[in-house]
C-alpha cells in the first residue's frame, strides 16, 4: 500500500488527518509533518526525510503539501530524485478521506493523479451546488469570466 505523508505549514496537516479519523471513525495510516518558521531547512528536511521512511513501501509515498511554491511544497519536491514519491499540492479534508481507502492496489501515479482530480472537485461554490444557480458574473454554461464588478 502507498504511504502518504501531509506535509505542511505549522499542524494545519496533523489536524486535517486527526478531523479525518474522526469522520471514517478509524484509525489512517498517514503521517503529519509540521513545519515551523523557526526550524532551519535541514531539520525541516530531516523531518520530511523520517516520516518517508516509516511509510515507506515498495510502491512508494505520496507527499501532500499545503501550497504550492510554499516552504513545505519546495522541501517535499527535494525528494522526488531520491526516492519514489509524488507531489500532491493544495491537500484538502475531502482528498485525505478519500485517500484513506483509494491507495490499496493502485500505481502512484494513479492516486496521485487522481486524489489531485477529487481534491478539486470537491472545492465549490455552496450556492451554486444547493440551487444550481451560477456564480455572479458567469454565465449558466460557465462562459463567463466569473468576475462582476459589484462582487
Not at 42 to 57: F, G, L, N, Q, Y
Not at 89 to 117: C, D, Q, S, W
Not at 126 to 139: F, I, M, T, Y
Amino acid at each position: 500500500m502507498i504511504g502518504a505523508v501531509v506535509v505542511t505549514h505549522g499542524n494545519i496537516g496533523t489536524e486535517m488527518i486527526r478531523a479525518a479519523e474522526s469522520i471514517v471513525k478509524e484509525k489512517l495510516p498517514f503521517l503529519g509533518v509540521a513545519l515551523e518558521h523557526h526550524e532551519s531547512v535541514p531539520t525541516m528536511k530531516s523531518k520530511i526525510r523520517e516520516a518517508i521512511a516509516s511509510c515507506h513501501s515498495p510502491q512508494g509515498v505520496l507527499l501532500l503539501s499545503d501550497l504550492f511554491g510554499g516552504t513545505p511544497c519546495n522541501l517535499c519536491l527535494s525528494f522526488l530524485k531520491e526516492v519514489k514519491v509524488e507531489v500532491v499540492t493544495g491537500v484538502n479534508l475531502p482528498m485525505l478521506i478519500k485517500l484513506a481507502h483509494y491507495r490499496e492496489n493502485r500505481p502512484l501515479k494513479e492516486v496521485a493523479r487522481f486524489i489531485r482530480e477529487y481534491g478539486k472537485k470537491n472545492i465549490t461554490l455552496a450556492r451554486q451546488v444547493l440551487k444550481g444557480d451560477p456564480p455572479r458574473g458567469e454565465s449558466p454554461k460557465g462562459q463567463g469570466s466569473g468576475l462582476s464588478r459589484s462582487g
